[in-house]
């Protein structure tokens, strides 16, 4: 588990490649030239780790462009302490940023392989979310809403009820919905039965699947 003064550098031509494309948030920066983001991949991988691109990690899933990572943690606008549900936990290396950003995040992953594997791998880096969990992201995890935040790392077909229901009045959910490219959507929850929606372009994830584990 080596981190270099290569990686190091790297890292650094990242941020500013990530800024370049607009993200200004100077916390998801320093996140992001924080996190030794070739520690979350495949030593195949390594020498790529941080070029600005998505690569597979275990279970057919991928550790997403650390641009759409920027871009999703920036439009949730955490504050510390902030109690943020993340669907998708995949390699970890979202749920890394939103522990930088100080959030309590609570995280769901419907791999069983890569939810035993994160679980180990990210308190060896020393990243502590408040509760892993091993289930069917649609459902969200009930039992700890509301949430301030809710961000969802896999392309949704529509938005889960369940999701919208576990958001505090006041909450921000962000989610890529569509079936081939998704559409990167923003909730903002206004009150008990209203939702403020803005819709920010096309991205491409891995599907969010339903009551599959």
């Known amino acids: 588990m080596k981190d270099t003064y290569r990686h190091q550098g790297k890292r650094q031509q990242l941020v500013r490649t990530v800024k370049k494309k607009g993200i200004t ?4 920066l320093a996140a992001i030239g924080k ?12 020498d790529h780790a941080y070029q600005d691109k998505a690569f597979p990690i275990a279970a057919d899933q991928t550790i997403s462009q650390p641009y759409t990572v920027a871009f999703q943690s920036q439009l949730l606008e955490i504050q ?5 549900l993340e669907v998708g936990t ?7 940023v939103l522990c930088e950003l100080g959030a309590k995040v609570y995280s769901i992953e419907r791999q069983r392989e890569l939810y035993k594997k994160t679980k180990t791998f990210l308190s060896k880096l020393g ?9 069917d992201g649609y459902k969200g995890i009930p039992e700890y809403a509301p949430y301030e935040k809710i961000i969802v790392t896999a392309g949704a077909p529509e938005v889960p009820k369940d999701l919208l229901s576990q958001l505090k009045v006041g909450g921000r959910l962000v989610i890529p919905v569509g079936r081939k490219v998704q559409t990167m959507t923003l909730f903002v929850r206004k009150s008990n039965k ?9 991205f491409r994830f891995v599907p969010l699947l339903e009551d599959k584990n």
């Open 25 to 28: 948030d100077e916390k998801v």
């Open 35 to 46: 996190i030794p983001r070739h520690l979350f991949m495949d030593s195949s991988f390594e």
């Open 80 to 84: 510390k302490g902030d109690k943020v």
């Open 90 to 96: 995949g390699s970890g290396y979202q749920t890394a």
């Open 127 to 135: 990243y502590r979310p408040k509760y892993l969990s091993f289930g």
């Open 194 to 202: 209203e939702f403020d929606k803005t819709e920010y372009g096309a």
